[in-house]
């Protein structure tokens, strides 16, 4: 669809910048927000730290420089975090809540009241299979991608009776430098070696993780469909994927004892 306007945010490596590229050779007009112009990026880049509300509407008032219209909206940006429930600072949670949650809400505000104007306009938020559940030692990653989801379906509800739609791409482990930004806590002695083992896991996994550029076609796929999109949809391994259905039929007692036995713990 050509002349269609869509902006990316956290597109200086990864999932956002694999994103970026493919939509920008794909004809359509690339806005990418990330703080810093990433190496490789043949999208327009607007340095923008979604997490301070000026450069936020500083980065709008220069789309609407180029264009009057926003088509679509990919919510990416996003970090890690990992350590115990009980260790973490307050100033970690704040960090991570701030950049998960609050600035895509702040994205999805500012982008409303044009796509409002046209009465169309679809927005991915994209969150984490880990949304569903609570992982060890990935607590507070686990719950602002949960918000995210709880947003997400307020949201659904909040547009029905408009032709915005909104929607959550929950992925599991993507081949990405995601390790590198990761928010990490201080651990204590008492869980130093349940730690260790998880963080191990979860490098293999990540390592052997999904190839990002396996992902543009996927959310293209669902930007275009003429049906509405449902609340969440799900991408990554298999395994992955079934642990989602599993959650929602297996006791809790027997759930937590799969995922601590895949954990190493």
Avoid at 19 to 40: A, D, I, M, Q, T
Avoid at 55 to 73: G, L, M, P, S, Y
Avoid at 116 to 141: D, E, Q, T, W
Avoid at 145 to 156: G, P, Q, V, W, Y
Wanted: a positive charge; one cysteine or more; proline letters at 4%.
């Amino acid at each position: 669809m050509p002349g269609t306007t869509i902006i990316i945010t956290g597109t200086s490596s990864g999932v956002g910048l694999a994103l970026g590229n493919y939509f920008h050779k794909k004809g359509y007009l690339v806005f990418g927000l990330s703080r810093s112009v990433p190496e490789g990026a043949d999208f327009t880049t607007i340095p923008t730290d979604i997490t301070r509300e000026d450069e936020v509407k500083n980065a709008f008032q220069h789309i609407f420089q180029k264009t009057e219209r926003i088509d679509w909206v990919i919510n990416n940006a996003g970090r890690g975090m990992i350590g115990s429930v009980e260790n973490a600072t307050r100033e970690e949670i704040i960090n991570l809540f701030t950049l998960n949650l609050i600035a895509a809400v702040r994205i999805i505000s500012e982008t409303l009241p044009v796509m409002r104007k046209a009465n169309k306009g679809k927005i991915i938020n994209i969150s984490s299979i880990g949304s569903v559940m609570g992982l060890p030692f990935r607590g507070f990653y686990s719950a602002s991608k949960s918000s995210l989801d709880m947003i997400t379906e307020a949201l659904r509800y909040e547009l029905k009776n408009t032709d915005i739609e909104v929607c959550t791409v929950n992925l599991g482990d993507i081949r990405t430098n995601i390790a590198e930004s990761r928010i990490k806590s201080d651990i204590s002695k008492i869980y130093k070696y349940d730690f260790e083992k998880v963080h191990d896991r979860m490098d293999v996994d990540v390592n052997t993780g999904t190839d990002p550029e396996k992902l543009p076609p996927f959310i293209e796929k669902l930007l275009l469909q003429k049906s509405r999109l449902k609340p969440h949809y799900y991408f990554g391994a298999f395994t992955q994927k079934l642990s989602v259905m599993a959650k929602s039929i297996l006791p809790q007692k027997w759930f937590e004892k799969i995922i601590a036995k895949y954990s190493g713990i």
